[in-house]
């Protein structure tokens, strides 16, 4: 019994210990999940602010597919029509080469019911649509709110290198003209 008596502070003191530790990996944990989550935001929100599903930009070569060797990879912002002639955005999930296949989540879409899901369409139906993302201050102090609750030290000093050269760049371009 004495013995058991002994076991048990020790036990509470891992219990708190591990307690401590998970937490502060969840919040770790938490804060790259937001950081992604953000980050995709603004790039779905920049998608939206440009002309909606209008003519994208093809920096890729050709739609040369060779080989069987696909023009876009996964994580690849796409737009394009579905099977079904649904005119779609979205991102690359999966790339069957050997179909010439690509399954894209649709981020956005003439048919609502698409919106979310994923869809299965050929590689030749498609084009890159190359994400754009210009950081405005709102976004970087953001930005630099989930470095700090993360802790990542090196993201934080890159982002508030970034907010020091766009605010000198606004701060220049205030100046430039001055009225009589």
């Not at 405005?136 to 989930?146: E, G, P, W």
Request: proline share 4%; charged share 20%.
């Amino acid at each position: 019994m004495g013995y058991k008596m002994n076991i048990q502070p020790s036990i509470v003191t891992v219990v708190k210990l591990l307690k401590c530790h998970l937490s502060e990996y969840f919040k770790i944990l938490y804060a790259k999940v937001l950081r992604f989550w953000y980050e995709s935001f603004i790039v779905f929100n920049n998608l939206q602010q440009s002309p909606l599903l209008s003519q994208p930009v093809k920096l890729k070569e050709d739609n040369d597919m060779s080989d069987n060797q696909s023009f876009v990879t996964v994580g690849d912002w796409v737009t394009g029509h579905s099977i079904n002639d649904e005119l779609f955005t979205g991102f690359v999930e999966a790339v069957n080469a050997k179909l010439n296949t690509v399954k894209v989540y649709v981020t956005e879409s003439d048919h609502k019911n698409t919106i979310g899901k994923t869809i299965e369409t050929f590689q030749s139906k498609i084009k890159y649509f190359p994400p754009s993302v210009e950081p405005s201050r709102a976004h970087l102090l953001n930005l630099i709110d989930l470095s700090l609750i993360s802790g990542d030290k090196n993201w934080f000093l890159q982002l508030t290198e970034e907010l020091k050269i766009l605010d000198e760049m606004e701060s220049e371009s205030s100046t430039e003209y001055i009225p009589n």
